[in-house]
């Protein structure tokens, strides 16, 4: 049962791949839509200050445990994109 | 002759119960059904909009009709509703269920009324009601609609977007032979064509058949409510429906215990006087059907004999359909599903004075563990669940505070008071100083040392009778379950707020101190309501208390690390979490209050209540779940764990009706410290209750929860306090 996605958004793809750099510690342009978010290493923490930082940049509320009910960035991304849509 | 009037059901207390002056008012030709086609008359007559197809709908649909033209009509179509007929269409049926079956199995959020119950009955119906038009959706929604057709004095509105409903369902039915049906099998519409020669109306046909496809929606509402019924039970007595030959020995009791029928009306003709109540002309008689079904439960205890399809002419056709039916879909049910287990706070309801049924049944499919986020692994099963709660090496309680340290450093934020709480809340606690400070407790709420305490829970429990008497709208959780906790543990615990109103405004919301990955904007507001709780804690009062405060004991401990600021935090956390006594004791009694009378005989008797606790805490204790931390990789089965990943314990399918050893209170180290006090409560306010109010019983359907994702907490459980002991069962 795969949900259909949204396109994901660029300015957000962009901002998440920013965020998520800087708490993992990686080069951005080793996070590609398709990346795992748990390979890359992020924590609980990082889940929930990242959707702080989501939800203050694109006035939406974002409760951090939809971060790991996605398995890719673009799969959030677009979850994010939809929600930005709904607004 | 006027319409019947729906104020009607405002007085319960003249409901006709009796089972006898039931069947003798159906039999009674001095009343007549609800008079549907005068009610349109007069609304025309005023200068109303007309309504087509209900005007048709009332002259040709049984429900309505009256006299000859209702028995012609009866007599004609009887022989495709028998049973005999209906054996034909036991594999049609058998195939719905089957690939509702499938549904469900694969439905994300699997609900089953609407993937199961719903989805077979219109598979079934479509061939057997001679259905085949419009997108499935579209049709059930037409179908629920008009199904309230028979409630009185409904709005123009309503009356106007049933009308359009009827008409479009018209639209779909059809003579033709159904794809993918055995031929031989005539549907309902076919049927009737052939006889067209035997129906005092021929013009009629259409809306015979319409009526059979929206009225044989009771089937699936009956169907939806028996399966909450059976499924708020424990898991042995689901599995039960599973056995060979369930279908012989209970569906008549599921019969008698889950019509979707709440009550049936008629309207006296002339003056009339039935089992002693005198009717005047035009008088509307109400039946309360679940009241005399239960009569007659105590007279046959199988429940062969009930009331649930009425009974004279106008007795509802389609009760062996629902024998078919319901004695088919609930053994598939459970065959498949032996560890349904359903959500009963996620639980909707659709009511009006003359029916209940559930339209929304959430369900966790199988007891089986498995990993449901990246960084959470959900546990289902009890010996799982029971090997983890024992291991302290492999598994730790949430590290609440290392977790807010890190986040404070990293966001640069001060979590002060929410630190301060995570480092003095006992589930998050670890080593030395949680060992030191359970022993503390234990001291003051350990089972042993309650008695002392056992004098202010019953004065507690008497007064909250006595505000539930007095309520001019009785609630079982604004009048008993909430006066009861906050009487008992503020006292206990020694929280002692300067201001008691605006203290209990601001404490519910400690409870959300064990969501998972609280939001910071959240984190923010729980500390803030933390900080001024704390400042406006005094020094509980001691004297005319049987036993000493936790409090006051506590700082007269020597306990390692933990100043007067901890001591406070410690306690005004065990007060978060004791509003799970509050929560546990409203669930038990809606538990109790929604079982069939003879099923909850002994709820006033101390002795009853004791023995049946256990299974009730394991069906109703109010918390969701228990979180472990992973202090390394480790593995449950099939699933690999990483270190500080989350396991979350669901207790829905874990304790399912355990009984003894299930882990309501958790088990262990961490075993609830508040067990003790909970039960003590529990074994008095429960059968108090009942011995003061014998005739209690819910108004049906009408409790609402509370949105809470770690607790199943109802907000409101209104109740009928019933006549004491004269003629309520």
């Known amino acids: 049962m795969t949900r259909t996605l949204t396109p994901p958004a660029p300015e957000v793809v962009d901002f998440l791949t920013a965020g998520i750099a800087r708490f993992t510690k990686q080069d951005p342009a080793a996070i590609r839509p398709d990346s795992v978010l748990v390979d890359l290493g992020l924590q609980s923490i990082d889940a929930v200050l990242l959707s702080g930082e989501v939800e203050d940049h694109f006035q939406i509320e974002l409760d951090p445990a939809t971060i790991f009910s996605h398995e890719t960035v673009g799969s959030f991304a677009s979850d994010i994109t939809k929600r930005l849509g709904a607004r | 002759m006027p319409v019947v009037n729906s104020s009607a059901w405002d007085t319960p207390d003249r409901f006709v119960t009796d089972p006898d002056d039931v069947a003798a008012l159906l039999r009674d030709p001095r009343f007549t059904v609800g008079q549907l086609a005068t009610h349109l008359d007069q609304i025309a007559a005023r200068g109303g909009p007309r309504f087509p197809h209900l005007t048709e709908m009332a002259r040709h649909a049984f429900a309505f009709q009256t006299g000859e033209a209702h028995l012609a009509a009866r007599r004609a179509t009887a022989a495709f509703f028998a049973a ?54 579209r049709v059930l929604e037409l179908i629920r609609l008009a199904n309230n057709t028979t409630q009185p004095m409904l709005s123009l509105k309503t009356l106007g977007r049933i009308d359009a409903a009827l008409g479009e369902l018209l639209g779909y039915l059809s003579t033709d032979p159904m794809p993918g049906v055995d031929p031989s099998l005539e549907g309902f519409p076919a049927f009737l064509a052939r006889r067209k020669d035997r129906l005092s109306d021929p013009a009629a046909a259409p809306y015979i058949a319409l009526s059979a496809l929206v009225g044989s929606h009771t089937v699936a509402q009956s169907l939806a409510l028996a399966l909450y019924g059976l499924l708020l039970g424990d898991a042995e007595h689901w599995r039960a429906a599973a056995e060979p030959g369930w279908t012989d020995t209970a569906l008549d009791r599921v019969m008698s215990l889950y019509p979707s029928t709440l009550t049936l009306v008629r309207m006296a003709e002339d003056e009339v006087n039935l089992g002693g109540c005198p009717f005047h002309k035009g008088e509307a008689a109400v039946m309360d059907v679940v009241a005399a079904n239960a009569e007659l439960r105590r007279r046959v205890p199988d429940g062969s004999a009930h009331l649930s399809f009425g009974a004279g002419p106008h007795k509802c056709p389609g009760a062996p359909l629902s024998q078919l039916f319901l004695g088919r879909a609930i053994p598939a049910l459970a065959r498949r599903f032996p560890q349904l287990a359903l959500h009963r706070d996620g639980v909707r309801f659709h ?155 601001l404490a519910p919301i400690l409870q959300d101190v064990l969501e998972p990955w609280l939001p910071i904007r959240e984190l923010d507001r729980l500390q803030a309501v933390i900080a001024e709780i ?57 538990h109790l209050l929604t079982l069939p009378p003879e099923d909850r005989k002994g709820a006033a008797d101390p002795a009853w209540i004791d023995a049946e606790l256990e299974r009730l805490i394991s069906l109703c204790a109010s918390p969701k779940y228990i979180y472990r931390m992973a202090r390394g990789p480790a593995r449950i089965g099939e699933i690999e764990i990483r270190p500080d990943e989350t396991l979350r314990l669901q207790l829905l399918s874990i304790d399912r009706g355990v009984g003894t050893g299930n882990l309501a209170f958790g088990h262990g180290l961490h075993r609830c410290v508040g067990a003790a006090l909970s039960k003590r409560m529990l074994r008095t306010a429960l059968p108090a209750l009942f011995a003061r109010f014998p005739g209690l019983a819910l108004k049906p359907q009408r409790h609402r929860y509370f949105e809470m994702t770690q607790t199943v907490a109802l907000a409101t459980l209104p109740c009928r306090l019933g006549s004491t002991g004269k003629d309520r069962p």
């Open chain 2, 84 to 137: 005999p007929a209906l054996t034909a269409w036991a594999p049609v049926a058998d195939r719905a269920f089957a690939s509702a079956l499938d549904r469900l199995e694969a439905a994300e959020a699997p609900d089953v009324m609407r993937d199961y119950c719903e989805a077979a009955f219109l598979d079934f119906v479509r061939a057997f009601a001679g259905c085949p038009g419009g997108d499935d959706e």
């Open chain 2, 351 to 505: 009511v009006t004075p003359l029916v209940q049924y559930p339209v929304a049944l959430p369900v966790t499919r199988d007891a089986q563990s498995r990993r449901l986020t990246g960084r959470m692994v959900e546990i289902r099963d009890l010996d799982e669940a029971r090997a983890i709660v024992n291991d302290d090496e492999t598994w730790s309680p949430p590290r609440m505070e290392p977790y807010l340290t890190a986040l404070a450093d990293r966001s640069g934020r001060d979590f002060g008071p929410a630190r301060l709480v995570a480092r003095n809340a006992m589930f998050f606690m670890s080593g030395e100083r949680h060992a030191a400070i359970r022993r503390a407790v234990a001291d003051s709420l350990g089972g042993n040392r309650l008695a002392r305490w056992q004098p202010l829970i019953e004065a507690e429990t008497q007064a909250a009778l006595a505000r539930l008497a007095a309520a001019p709208e009785p609630d079982l959780i604004a009048d008993y379950a909430d006066p009861i906790f906050r009487g008992i543990a503020g006292p206990v615990l020694g929280i002692a707020p300067a201001d008691p109103e605006r203290f209990d405004v």
């Open chain 2, 534 to 590: 704390l400042d406006g804690l005094r020094p509980p009062a001691t004297d005319g208390l049987p036993g000493t405060p936790l409090l006051t004991r506590l700082m007269d401990e020597d306990l390692p690390d933990t100043d007067e600021t901890d001591i406070k935090a410690l306690v005004l956390v065990m007060y978060g979490a004791s509003f799970n006594m509050a929560h546990t004791l409203g669930n038990i009694l809606h």
